[in-house]
């Protein structure tokens, strides 16, 4: 990371330097929350949390090397720290302390309902091709992970590609303030964290507060599929597959396989490519990586090497081909908005039958058993043959899908215990739920059938 002292770090966060004075100059070399990521060099910060409290590493980090502690209590210590009123807040202003260190760089924030880490993934792959890419890692994207990315950046970064995910107003205004971004994409809106956000006026409005720190000639690329985003004037381009976009494709094709081909367009340049992952929805974040290529004035050669390079992370569309079945492993998180998507996929798939193995959705407001129904009426239209549902709100999904072979259970235990039944050679099954709902499980019983 780039030099940051102890002395910088104490008046960035407004905190009380208590050690000797000649340790101001001590430089940091990494930033941590968690006491087993401690190396020599760091600087641990103690996090209240809600499982445990990280005042009770403070000795445990020292011990494996840190420079110095950012503490909410007087601590007795040989080894100097920094008194804060609160730990939280210190390591979002020390984030934008040194975020402000960079000022030759871009800084691609990205935000939306679905696709935010596939997009970031995307993006990041095609960047670089070119340059010199930080991005976020796994979904480190709260006012946690944001700052602990910004505190990540290496000194020769030209190149940030930041995550942005909230739940609840005045959230992104608070990234924004940290990630500062140059560059902003917004993916889509849809029906996610309604209990707060209340509608997806709501979350348009949630979202967008990234433009209130956003550097005053960012570039702004929104999915212009999206009716909410399309609202949004004085953008830079907008993406998606209508041809009424800047960026639009023709031509798709999924193979059946992990992959779908298709041909990019703008600017009266047709690319073609093969985007290494299912859905048309990543013919779509491929639409804006490469938008954002071309905004910082990459070749076509290496837009189409970027987003050939890409590569699916974690239980995110992620195909698992058995001696037996073919398992969609999307079960990562769901919102109505994602599992509609994540259906359609499963339909445009070429093969045997089509099952979908959905759990409940959380976090949907008063509505929520309208939404999951939606997501049912979606099924039927799409053709599924076999729906499987597991969960008290995921009822409302198989109660409202007509014409399609039903099953539904309380469980994911019992789910299990009947699947193997349910199946047949050759299916296509996707599966996919809230992360609460634990569907790893399913996908891992899945792989031994």
């Known amino acids: 990371m780039k030099l940051l002292t102890l002395g910088d770090i104490a008046e960035a966060c407004g905190g009380e330097y208590i050690g000797e004075k000649s340790k101001l ?19 641990f910060v103690a996090i209240k949390g809600e499982r445990t409290d990280g005042h009770l590493y403070i000795e445990k980090a020292y011990e494996s090397g840190a420079v110095c502690a950012i503490s909410e209590q007087v601590i007795s210590a040989d080894n100097p720290y920094i008194l804060v009123r609160s730990s939280e807040q210190a390591i979002k202003d020390i984030a934008e302390y040194y975020r402000s260190l960079f000022y030759n760089i871009e800084v691609v924030g990205i935000t939306g309902s679905v696709g935010k880490t596939s997009t970031k993934e995307m993006i990041a792959s095609v960047l670089s091709q070119e340059f010199v890419v930080h991005k ?19 000194e020769d970064t030209e190149v940030a590609v930041v995550e942005m995910g909230i739940s609840d107003f005045g959230e992104m205004t608070r990234l924004s303030k940290m990630v500062r971004p140059t560059v902003c994409v917004l993916t889509n809106i849809g029906c996610c964290h309604l209990e707060n956000l209340k509608d997806r006026d709501g979350v348009l409005k949630a979202k967008t507060e990234m433009f209130k720190y956003k550097e005053e000639d960012a570039l702004i690329f929104v999915n212009g599929d999206d009716d909410k985003l399309s609202t949004i004037e004085n953008v830079t381009a907008r993406y998606g597959l209508d041809s009424s976009n800047d960026y639009y494709a023709e031509n798709i094709e999924n193979s059946g396989e992990n992959s779908v081909s298709c041909t990019i367009c703008f600017d009266n340049k047709r690319l073609d490519v093969t985007v290494p992952a299912l859905g048309n929805y990543m013919v779509v974040n491929a639409l804006g990586a490469a938008a954002v290529g071309k905004s910082l004035n990459m070749s076509d050669e290496n837009i189409v090497k970027g987003i050939e390079s890409y590569t699916t992370v974690g239980s995110r569309a992620n195909l698992i081909t058995t001696e037996i079945i073919k398992i969609i492993d999307d079960c990562y998180n769901a ?45 039927s239209k799409c053709g599924v043959d076999v729906l499987v549902t597991v969960g008290d709100l995921a009822k409302s999904i198989s109660d409202n899908a007509p014409g399609v072979e039903v099953h539904h259970f ?23 739920a809230s992360h609460s709902m634990h569907f790893e499980k399913i996908v891992e019983f899945l792989k031994s059938v």
Request: glycine content about 8%.
């Open 335 to 379: 919102n109505p908005t994602s599992v509609k998507a994540a259906v359609e996929t499963l339909c445009n798939m070429k093969g045997g039958r089509k099952v979908a193995v959905l759990g409940d959705m959380k976090e949907l407001g008063e509505n929520e058993l309208a939404l999951h129904a939606e997501v049912g009426e979606h099924v």
């Open 410 to 432: 309380d469980t994911v235990e019992q789910a299990n215990e009947e699947l193997d039944a349910i199946l047949h050679k050759d299916d296509i099954v996707l599966v996919k």
């Open 136 to 154: 976020t890692q796994g979904n480190f994207n709260n006012e946690l992970g944001v700052p602990l990315t910004l505190l990540s950046m290496p």
């Open 25 to 43: 100059t001590t430089p940091v070399k990494s930033v941590v929350i968690d006491s087993r990521l401690v190396e020599e060099g760091s600087l």
